[in-house]
């Protein structure tokens, strides 16, 4: 394409879009459908000049000129409460749903695995020496030690936010980091397995594995839940980066990456509940039946939650995507 042909052709027409996008809300009827057809026309120039002959000048002039003709056309709006509802009531469980062929299969293989672990360390003292000296791995597994102080050994508003904080940056970790091919969302899942088995052989080797699940489980449960739900979204959108399906990879991955940003917020949510649980319940006095009871009422209260109100949305539509005028505009690819 012969830039500067294309630009004698078409300047005149941003010229003029510019002049009606300056006159703001003056525009007459007939030149509201002018600003309509110019911008939509702007933005077929803008694809064709990034993808035929990218110029930066050129590119930001229109680019500013087809934002601007995008926000005058659409209008500006506020997020409010309505929004939040709304996140919260269908776009964040719609997308949970939506993505569950990912996570379940994710928790189901990540558990068999831990179990398996778990297994092969409880099973070989050789490997349990690998880990750490006989005496420390007696002050671990002992009645009152290491694994069972671990979750009184601070003040627990403290400790619930500590929690929180690096279980929700694990979670964003997986939603961010699935779009490198999924490879560093396979490691971060792979070690917190890896502890989570290591826990399972070690006091299953003492013969306190009933101990060690009475604090796993009260807050595990929907925690882990919480990082499959990451891993599983996170290893999707890698999917996404090799294999599009019917859609560009741009649009995918723009439509899904907006999906896992609302996602990580939700999941921050969840996993705030299970760190108040973590630091509450868990160490507490309470008999261990009680402690787990609220840990299965949890999880079954946020996989309800998913499937009830996140079934219904998904099933009428919603992605879990930002409202449709939120989005960037999907401009035309050149023929």
Known sequence: MDLDVFVTAHRAEWDRLDYLLRRGGHLTGAEADELVALYQRTATHLSLVQSSAPDPALTGRLTQLVARARATVTGTRRAGWRDVVTFLTAGFPAAVYRSRHWWIPTAVLSTLLAAVIGWWIGAHPEVQSAIAAPEELRQMTKPGGDYETYYSSHPAASFA??????????????????????????????????????????????????????????????????????????????????????????????????????????????????????????????????????????????????????????????IGDVDEADRSAELPSAA
Request: proline share 4%.
């Open 161 to 318: 936010a500590q929690v929180w904080t690096n279980n929700a940056r694990a979670a964003a970790m997986c939603l961010a980091l699935g779009a490198f091919l999924c490879v560093p969302v396979i490691w971060i899942l792979f070690i917190n397995v890896l502890n989570l088995g290591v826990g399972i052989g070690l006091m299953s080797s003492a013969g306190r594995l009933d101990t060690f699940l009475g604090l796993i489980l009260p807050h595990g449960l929907l925690e882990l839940t919480a990082v499959f739900v990451a891993a599983g979204t996170g290893l999707r959108l890698g999917w996404t980066v090799i294999d599009p399906g019917p859609q560009s990879r741009r649009t995918a991955l723009a439509q899904r990456g907006r999906a896992a940003i609302g996602m990580a917020i939700g999941l921050a949510l969840v996993l705030f509940v299970s760190g108040v649980i973590e630091a509450f319940v868990t160490p507490s006095g309470l008999p261990t039946w009680a402690r787990i009871t609220i840990g299965v009422v949890a999880e079954l209260v946020f996989l309800a939650y998913v499937y009830v109100l996140g079934g219904r949305a998904a099933r009428a539509g919603d």
